[in-house]
T-cell receptor, first 110, second 112 residues
Framework: ELKVEQNPLFLSMQEGKNYTIYCNYSTTSDRLYWYRQDPGKSLESLFVLLSNGAVKQEGRLMASLDTKARLSTLHITAAVHDLSATYFCAVNFGNEKLTFGTGTRLTIIP | DTEVTQTPKHLVMGMTNKKSLKCEQHMGHRAMYWYKQKAKKPPELMFVYSYEKLSINESVPSRFSPECPNSSLLNLHLHALQPEDSALYLC???????????FGPGTRLTVT
């Protein structure tokens, strides 16, 4: 079965702290995407990871991909309130569609 | 231009109504998608069009009928919906099915 699992499902963290969201997937893929969704809004593309060892950074967010471990991480550095949102990873398993993780609802507390 | 547009933004319809959702992109993308998203859940794929042909139907009830009139447009025709069909409907497009998907702003549908 093609599955994508994210953890944690919920994350409440203080401003200024660092944390990591994990995305595990069930079978071989080298195409993984991270999206952000604000309440009531659509999905915004954050990162596209297309090869083993890929690392992308934008502001306080950094994403990486380890295809051998079937694992991607989204690292948050020195969190600020604006980063509060739901984050989804999604994997293309080569079957014409994206399989989404369950999402991580991130709340940054002042 | 990396924009996917959707109309309307909000739609309220009765269970006997017929309505349509519209999606448009001008990025030259050849794959287009319809998703349904319930609150606090990930998007669920409904349909995939690739090169204007329906390539995936995820066992969606026939009260939802997709149409791809040309490479830039995607419609979703709605008829005899149920209250449980109330959700955010998202359209997306990508250069090819292997590539990054760009999402439109969505249509918030309420069935009464």
């Amino acid at each position: 079965e093609l599955k994508v699992e994210q953890n944690p499902l919920f994350l409440s963290m203080q401003e200024g702290k660092n944390y990591t969201i994990y995305c595990n997937y069930s079978t071989t893929s080298d195409r993984l995407y991270w999206y952000r969704q604000d309440p009531g809004k659509s999905l915004e593309s954050l990162f596209v990871l297309l090869s083993n060892g890929a690392v992308k950074q934008e502001g306080r967010l950094m994403a990486s991909l380890d295809t051998k471990a079937r694992l991607s991480t989204l690292h948050i550095t020195a969190a600020v309130h604006d980063l509060s949102a739901t984050y989804f990873c999604a994997v293309n398993f080569g079957n014409e569609k994206l399989t989404f993780g369950t999402g991580t609802r991130l709340t940054i507390i002042p | 231009d990396t924009e996917v547009t959707q109309t309307p933004k909000h739609l309220v319809m009765g269970m006997t109504n017929k309505k349509s959702l519209k999606c448009e992109q001008h990025m030259g993308h050849r794959a287009m998608y319809w998703y349904k998203q319930k609150a606090k859940k990930p998007p669920e794929l409904m349909f995939v069009y690739s090169y204007e042909k329906l390539s995936i139907n995820e066992s969606v009830p026939s009260r939802f009928s997709p149409e791809c009139p040309n490479s830039s447009l995607l419609n979703l025709h709605l008829h005899a919906l149920q209250p449980e069909d109330s959700a955010l409907y998202l359209c997306a497009s990508s250069q090819d099915w292997r590539d990054e998907q760009y999402f439109g702003p969505g249509t918030r549908l309420t069935v009464t």
